[in-house]
């Protein structure tokens, strides 16, 4: 039985928000929630400047496993979510072997079952993610995979977007894409601009972006089907989904913070661990994914968590591995960089309502009566990341050592508790 | 004087005046090679490993020659004959090469921005004997000096680069250093090896080969590096040459007599025709002299700041 003492709820859906209020949780779930609350038999947190929302939830988590787990294995993906306030995971397909059939969207639910943290399978849409063969989508959805992608590669034969836009109709599932054009963006290794241009590097142009995303709004509407567009990057892009959900198409769509912390200025030292898909764009390019963000044309924010070994990132640029690990750090780089652009509210839909509401998953509301699905954070506690906080296998992040705003305290899900004080 | 780094890692990463001060050290060491006894002490307790992780002939040659006539003790490595092909990393084949006690690390390596980061690793002193498609730096040098030779101060001169800019590191130090010391740079070549974003250097772009000779006071002429090319960015070199190559008769119709440079290997009949290649305005074999001047300078300032 824990009570928290004094904590200021942010759940849009709940009747408590934006009130301060005590709350007891007993067996994994909330048993009340009043003004003042007070029970000797309870473990009583009275914690400085404590939020409570519902718990966090990560598209497009890479988990290492099956295939890669001395990257990270499920135990520690998990983990590190817990710590970051993810309650929920959809991890990507891209594994060894693909989540690209039944049994292995097994395999993960399997693990899930003695979890806090949910994992939700993403099914691949093409075998072994080839971009040729369709799947066995309906099986895979009826095991428990929550939508169908590729994930980093991106969906590059129109037929098989279109198919399969066609094909999740009936159960009204949704394909993700990350769009990135593979014959303009080709030999790529960071944004093409200026930056680019004086290191001597093959660019990405934002045009690789944006061709393939207006390919995939095209089939959208030709289908009247429905897409996330996962991890925008460019100012374009934006202006494109603001227009098509202008028009009524079904789409939302994510970014991930290194793509609103960072422009291609950073890359002047060759620093691999800022080395990311997609790429690092330009100052005007963060400017409009924050307003994307405010306006609601991104509906959500994914921590494009990829787990990498020193051994793919302590190289020469063009050779290591794109990606960062961001579960454990993805509150606070929101909070510290977005703390002008969303208000704390906000922020939470991004990453707690947002992402379920677009997978069609159930809502975690906070209310007596209900699971205890919640995650406890400071907003505005400053700290330094350091070894101990990490709980992922992998270490590539570029905020190791460096001061961030916003700490997650606890979170509770499946009558689990993981405690971060 | 001294340069205000410890590394050649590009010419972005250094100063006019470091440019200055090598271009005035390498007519000394001009002068030194072209005396009977062709060799100075100056780097006699120093050991250079040249690490040649890419092909090469002149520079390795000219970066041995220029290092034999400091008196440093040299040693080889290419990665045809190296540990490279069983998997080791470039750090642990630079380290293991570093414990046997070498002062200074000259390196050809294939990937950009390589030299940065052995920089952040390493405590020897780097010289980039060119990184990718990314610099040159004392290829650029060269140049600058061999244009200096041959027109005077570069401030206000119009210098057109032709040829492959989009895989040339050449021109990218080139760049880097031609606008360091004043001078107008113009690149010219098929739009498809031209990078978009090239203007933002500082220089300005023109597709007319003609009009570009006759604005410029020296050409200098890359090489069309067909190995660099993944996919075609042009479709033959038949046709490259009509429209993009360099020969007498163009010369010839020019109204002024403009400098003609090629940082080699050339394609003859390719970027340039022979009779250019080997006519009077042509300084491609001074480059070449010049080379081994200018490297023995950078190695000796390079040096000189390891024993403060």
Not at chain 2, 110 to 127: K, R
């Amino acid at each position: 039985m824990i009570l928290l003492k004094q904590v200021k709820i942010i759940d849009p859906n709940s009747p408590h928000n934006g009130k301060v209020v005590d709350v007891l949780i007993q067996r994994g779930k909330i048993v009340k929630i009043s003004k003042r609350i007070t029970n000797k038999k309870a473990e009583s947190w009275k914690l400085d400047n404590a939020y409570l929302s519902p718990g966090f939830m990560d598209i497009g988590t890479q988990v290492g496993d099956p295939g890669f787990e001395h990257k990270e294995d499920l135990s520690s993906a998990t983990a590190a979510a817990a710590a970051g306030g993810f309650t929920a995971i959809a991890c990507t397909p891209n594994t060894h072997p693909v989540v690209d059939a039944k049994a292995e969207v097994l395999y993960i639910r399997n693990y899930a079952q003695d979890s806090l943290v949910d994992l939700y399978p993403i099914g691949a849409v093409s075998k072994d993610c080839k971009g040729k063969e369709i799947t066995e989508i309906y099986d895979m959805q009826k095991a428990g995979a929550v939508a169908f992608s590729d994930g980093h590669h991106s969906i590059d034969n129109s037929g098989l977007m279109m198919r399969s836009l066609l094909y999740v109709k009936p159960f009204n599932g949704v394909i993700i894409n990350q769009p990135l054009d593979p014959d303009t963006s080709h030999g790529g290794e960071m944004h093409e601009g200026a930056v680019s241009t004086s290191l001597g590097m093959k660019g990405i142009p934002a045009l690789a972006e944006e061709l393939m995303l207006q390919r995939d709004l095209y089939l959208l509407e030709y289908t009247n089907s429905r897409l996330h567009v996962a991890n925008v990057s460019c100012s374009n892009s934006v202006h494109l989904i603001r227009q098509a959900k202008k028009n009524g198409l079904q789409v939302t769509a994510s970014v991930n913070p290194m793509n609103f912390i960072f422009d291609d200025t950073a890359l002047t030292g060759f620093d691999t661990h800022l080395k990311v898909m997609p790429p690092l764009r330009e100052k005007e390019d963060i400017k409009a994914l924050k307003k994307g963000l405010k306006d609601g044309t991104i509906d959500s924010i994914c921590s494009n968590h990829t787990p990498e070994d020193e051994e793919g990132k302590k190289l020469e640029f063009v050779y290591a591995k794109p990606g960062v690990i961001a579960l454990e750090t993805t509150l606070a780089t929101c909070r510290t960089y977005l703390e002008k652009t969303l208000t704390i509210e906000e922020l939470v839909i991004k990453l707690a309502i947002a992402p379920r509401q677009l997978l069609g998953l159930d809502m975690p509301v906070i209310a007596e009566g209900n699971e205890a699905n919640l995650c406890l954070f400071n907003p505005d506690k400053e700290w330094i990341l350091c070894e101990k906080d990490l709980h992922s296998k992998s270490r590539n992040t570029p905020f190791m050592g460096k001061q961030l705003k916003g700490k997650v305290l606890a979170t509770f899900n499946n009558g689990k508790a993981s405690k971060q004080f | 004087m001294q340069l205000s780094t410890k590394h050649l890692l590009g010419i972005k990463y250094i100063t006019r005046e470091d440019i200055q001060l090598i271009l005035d050290t390498a007519t000394q060491f001009k002068e030194v090679i072209n005396r009977p006894i062709k060799k100075v002490p100056s780097l006699r307790d120093v050991t250079v490993a040249n690490l040649f992780f890419e092909n090469s002939t002149r520079t390795r040659i000219s970066f041995e020659l220029a290092e034999k006539r400091l008196s440093a003790d040299t040693v080889n490595f290419s990665a045809s004959s190296s540990s490279v092909k069983k998997g080791e990393t470039l750090l642990d084949t630079v380290n293991n090469i570093l414990s046997m006690k070498v002062d200074m690390v000259v390196m050809r390596h294939p990937a950009p921005g390589a030299h940065v980061f052995l920089s952040h690793h390493i405590d020897a002193n780097i010289i980039n004997a060119g990184d990718g498609t990314h610099e040159h730096p004392t290829q650029a040098l060269l140049d600058a000096y061999s244009m200096r030779e041959a027109v005077g101060d570069l401030e206000g001169k119009n210098i057109a680069i032709f040829g492959d800019i989009l895989h040339s590191r050449v021109a990218l130090s080139n760049i880097f250093c031609l606008r360091k010391l004043g001078a107008n740079v113009r690149v010219c070549g098929p739009p498809t090896l031209i990078p978009r974003h090239i203007e933002s250097l500082g220089v300005s772009v023109s597709y007319d080969v003609k009009k570009t000779l006759q604005w410029c006071d020296v050409a200098n002429v890359l090489r069309i590096q067909l190995e660099r090319q993944d996919v075609k960015y042009f479709p033959s070199l038949r046709e490259y040459t009509q429209h993009f190559g360099i020969n007498k008769h163009l010369l010839d119709s020019l109204k002024k007599d403009i400098v003609i440079m090629h940082p080699g290997p050339i394609n003859r009949g390719v970027e340039l025709t022979s009779d250019v290649a080997d006519s009077k305005q042509s300084i491609i074999l001074q480059q070449v002299e010049n080379g081994v001047a200018v490297r023995m300078a950078v190695l000796y300032l390079l040096a000189e700041q390891r024993q403060v």
